[in-house]
Structure formats: C-alpha cells, structure tokens
C-alpha cells in the first residue's frame, strides 16, 4: 500500500532552486509531525527539516536558512522549497512521519533524486 509519494527533484546548478512535494495518505498525515530526510551516496539518512501538525518547523544546521518545509492539511501534502542548493545537497529526498519515541509511521516511499551539479 502506497502511503507516501515524493516528487519534484531534479538537476540543477549550484545556485538554483528545486520545491519537492510529498503526497501523504490521511492516516500517516495526521500524526504531530512531518519531515524530509536526505540520503547521499555512502552515507545515512538524515533530517533535513521538519514540521509539526501546528506549522511549528526545525531545520538541520547545513540547509538552515536555504530550505522552507510547509505544510497543506487539505492535500494531505508537504514540500521542501530549496534554494541557493549546494552541490552537498545531492542525495535522495524522502518524506515520512516521525514518531517522538523514534521510528516512523510510515514505511519509506521511492525518493525522489536531487543532483546539484557545481
């Protein structure tokens, strides 16, 4: 069963702009919080923001400043709007639902590919 759909990436230049969507079901949407994960070539998966129910956000300290997480509640839907990208910032981008106590509600969709060249 599909619960999370990522969209949007892409190859860019340093410099340039990308805005990555996440189409969630109802039932992973309306749990507290949502956040996007970056995943490069050879290393873990990491938080790069996320976003509470309530609209209250966190970003890791490498995108602060360069990326917005925001939220639709009527289109069960997030996105990461990225800008100024970095070449550092190539990875594959997912979206799930983190629990406070770990782990995730959600099994980990397909990603969606951001590649910035320099």
């Known amino acids: 069963q599909v619960q999370l759909v990522e969209s949007g990436g892409g190859l860019v230049q340093a410099g340039g702009s990308l805005r990555l969507s996440c189409a969630a079901s109802?039932?992973?949407?309306?749990?507290?919080?949502m956040g996007w994960y970056r995943q490069a070539p050879g290393k873990q998966r990491d938080m790069v923001a996320t976003?509470?129910?309530?609209?209250?956000?966190g970003y890791a300290d490498s995108v602060k400043g360069r990326v917005t997480i925001s939220r639709d509640n009527a289109k069960n839907t997030v996105y990461l709007q990225m800008n100024n990208l970095k070449p550092e910032d190539t990875g594959v981008y997912y979206c799930?639902?983190?629990?406070?106590?770990?782990?995730?509600?959600?099994?980990w969709g397909q990603g969606t590919q951001v590649t910035v060249s320099s």
């Open positions: 109802r039932s992973i949407f309306r749990d507290t919080t």
């Open positions: 799930n639902a983190p629990h406070l106590f770990g782990g995730f509600r959600a099994s």
């Open positions: 976003i509470t129910s309530s609209g209250t956000t």
